[in-house]
């Protein structure tokens, strides 16, 4: 789990924002799909958690430890995760509009 929370998150470090409004769109739609399968090792994580109860002594400590890590790993995982979505639908937005300024400028230009 671990490794897995600091793969994703070199990818969404590494991710490219995209050049134009389709490469935009597709970023978006990418990190949308990813931030579904990082949501869905939750469950994962609470049942490692539960899992602690049966430990003891310093197998527990030591468990607790690694656990504290994953969870840690993991929540810097979902930040990160939503801001790239956040990011990128600003961008996106700003591309839209910034289209939409320019046809809108084209047509009055052909209108009068």
């Known amino acids: 789990m671990y490794t897995f ?4 998150q070199k990818q969404l470090i590494d991710a490219d924002y995209g050049s134009d409004l389709p490469s935009v769109q597709a970023e978006l739609e990418l990190v949308l799909k990813e931030h579904r399968v990082i ?3 939750q469950t994962n994580i609470e049942r490692c958690s539960a899992a602690k109860s049966s430990f003891r002594g310093d197998e527990l400590q ?3 430890n690694y656990l504290n ?3 840690k790993s993991y929540s810097e995982l979902v930040m990160s ?5 956040s990011d990128l639908e600003t961008l996106l937005d700003f591309g ?3 289209c939409q300024r320019r ?3 084209w047509t009055k230009g052909r209108c009068y």
């Open 69 to 71: 890590g994953v969870q």
């Open 96 to 98: 839209m509009s910034n």
């Open 62 to 64: 030591l468990y607790i």
């Open 103 to 105: 046809i809108l400028r």
């Open 5 to 8: 929370a600091l793969f994703f």
């Open 39 to 41: 949501e869905r090792c």
């Open 81 to 85: 995760s939503k801001k790239r979505q």
